[in-house]
């Protein structure tokens, strides 16, 4: 977190969410996704590296969302 503090615009951004950056802690196998608003670092989410990828979130007959009728 202190990387993030130092240097918030040094991540990359997420391809779908321009707004949302992204970062790997590096002792732990987490990736924490953040935006900066002004002075302000808001940590939208905290994900462990080994999980499954979101992906399908928004698709309709995914493993994640309910299909669309």
């Known amino acids: 977190m202190e990387r993030v503090r130092r240097a ?5 951004r997420v391809t779908q ?6 970062v790997t802690v590096v002792r732990y196998p987490f990736r924490i996704f953040y935006r900066v608003t002004g002075e ?3 940590i ?9 990828p ?7 007959e995914s493993q994640y969302g309910s299909p669309r009728t």
């Open 8 to 12: 918030p615009f040094s991540s990359p």
């Open 17 to 22: 969410r321009s707004q949302v950056r992204v």
């Open 40 to 42: 302000f670092v808001h």
């Open 54 to 60: 979101l992906a399908g979130l928004n698709e309709p």
């Open 44 to 52: 939208v989410h905290i994900r462990h590296a080994s999980r499954r």
